[in-house]
């Protein structure tokens, strides 16, 4: 998974599969919170308030971005920044 921000002790990584696409991971210690990048739902909570409303704000400001920039999906099922990844697994 690509690292996109790391800010505040938190890491974000981008983690991209062919069956649910991409997907923004926030690591905060032992804590893990992962997103719906389209619609910015929680699909795992992380244990901290603060670092939650935190990686929500910068998934708000970062979410066009995302999807847009050099990770925008070329398809529905694979980003080219992931497309090397998933075909040479």
Do not use: T
């Not at 938190?10 to 062919?18: G, Q, S």
């Not at 929680?42 to 920039?69: F, K, P």
């Amino acid at each position: 998974m690509p690292v996109v921000a790391k800010f505040c002790g938190i890491v974000i990584r981008l983690l991209c599969l062919r069956s649910v696409g991409m997907r923004p991971h926030a690591f905060y210690g032992d804590s893990e919170m992962v997103l719906d990048l389209k619609s910015l739902r929680i699909i795992q909570n992380a244990d901290c308030e603060r670092e939650r409303r935190m990686v929500m704000a910068w998934a708000r400001a970062h979410q066009r971005e995302l999807m847009a920039g050099r990770f925008a999906p070329s398809n529905p099922r694979v980003s080219p920044a992931c497309g090397a990844a998933l075909a040479a697994s």
